[in-house]
């Protein structure tokens, strides 16, 4: 069963990856690499140290966050092991297909081995952080809409799914609120995650099934944190905003680099073409991301589509030296666990060769 659904894990990525980039390829040959080329070619090095320099401080401040989050629920932990985790974390979800769904646990597990804490507890805090920056996010992505379709040239078609992406968005936030922040209270009540399984008919799995008891446990503490520490909530909710504004400000300053300058509208309209692009099931949004920026430049008149490109493949190269950061601290946290088991192991093979000599 193991190796089945290592097999299905391999190929999925391995399918996704080449979809990705078969577009992305698609994209830089229709486009021409040369335009690409000579447009990247205005940045200057100090720019890029800029951003890397606003990425490590949208990393510390999410560090922050995740910290002040373990400290109120009394597993107060090392900044430098918690900074490590979430740059282990933040790798896996940029370099898979997968969104949260093996970075975030990656993270909960690399801290819980990094500091003894279990993997229970470590697993609530980072649905706790996660719940609270994704909420602050939505909010930023659904204004970030509203100024998109503030534009008077947004097409029919674009009208309608804009707005049944609104809808989606708005009921996933109502729910999550109701469900999990200022719940009714009743004992039957489901919570967030329980009442998606349901919705969506999760539980016929038995994998998920299994996990459901685990789950409601895990709902319980976050509707409990949620409830107990308030001020921790608003301090965590500013924090986000904080690290979404510098991301923001990122974007800005690489147009502005590019020799364009954009207006608060179109900027936040970017953005939320931008993440909503993440949503796609391709490692680092491979192609997406290249497509919705297409179109949002075009859209906003921004340049070209070789500015488009210029300023994917910048914010790529960004992110890509945050990702190297994080597989660094990955590789030396998988050494350091061969060398506890090559420890443990040798220790049992002393005692076994003692033991067995005291016999004779």
Do not use: C
């Not at 986000?240 to 608060?264: N, P, Q």
């Amino acid at each position: 069963m193991k190796i089945s659904s290592q097999f299905n894990k391999s190929l999925f990525f391995t399918v996704t990856l080449i979809v990705g980039g078969f577009l992305f390829i698609t994209i830089i040959e229709k486009v021409g690499v040369e335009n690409i080329i000579k447009t990247v070619l205005t940045f200057q090095l100090w720019h890029f140290f800029v951003l890397v320099a606003l990425g490590m401080i949208s990393a510390l401040i999410s560090t922050t966050r995740w910290k002040l989050i373990l400290d109120a629920t009394g597993n107060t932990t090392p900044f430098g092991k918690v900074f490590t985790a979430r740059m282990i974390g933040n790798a896996i979800n940029y370099l898979t297909p997968s969104g949260l769904l093996l970075g975030e646990p990656f993270k909960a597990m690399v801290l819980s081995g990094k500091t003894g804490l279990s993997l229970g507890s470590t697993m609530s805090s980072v649905i706790i952080e996660g719940s609270i920056f994704l909420s602050t996010m939505l909010l930023f992505i659904i204004v970030g809409i509203l100024a998109f379709l503030s534009y008077s040239d947004v097409s029919r078609k674009i009208f309608a799914i804009t707005i049944g992406t609104l809808i989606i968005l708005l009921g996933v936030f109502y729910l999550f609120f109701t469900k999990m922040v200022k719940p009714s209270g009743t004992a039957a009540e489901k919570g967030f995650f329980t009442y998606l399984i349901d919705l969506l008919r999760l539980h016929k799995i038995s994998f998920i099934d299994s996990l459901k008891n685990k789950i409601i446990r895990r709902e319980n503490e976050i509707k409990n944190f949620f409830q107990l520490h308030k001020k921790t909530v608003f301090t965590a909710i500013f924090l986000s905003a904080l690290e979404i504004m510098i991301t923001l400000a990122a974007s800005w300053l690489t147009l502005y680099f590019l020799g364009l300058i954009v207006e608060l509208k179109a900027l936040l309209g970017l953005f939320s073409l931008m993440n909503i692009s993440y949503l796609v099931p391709l490692p680092g949004s491979l192609g997406g991301f290249e497509l919705s920026q297409i179109f949002a430049f075009g859209f906003f008149s921004l340049g070209g589509q070789a500015t488009a490109l210029a300023f994917t493949l910048i914010t790529r190269l960004t992110s890509l030296v945050l990702v190297a950061i994080g597989i660094g601290y990955l590789i030396q946290f998988e050494l350091i666990v061969i060398l506890n088991k090559t420890a443990d192991f040798s220790i049992k093979l002393k005692q076994k060769i003692r033991g067995f000599l005291q016999s004779l």
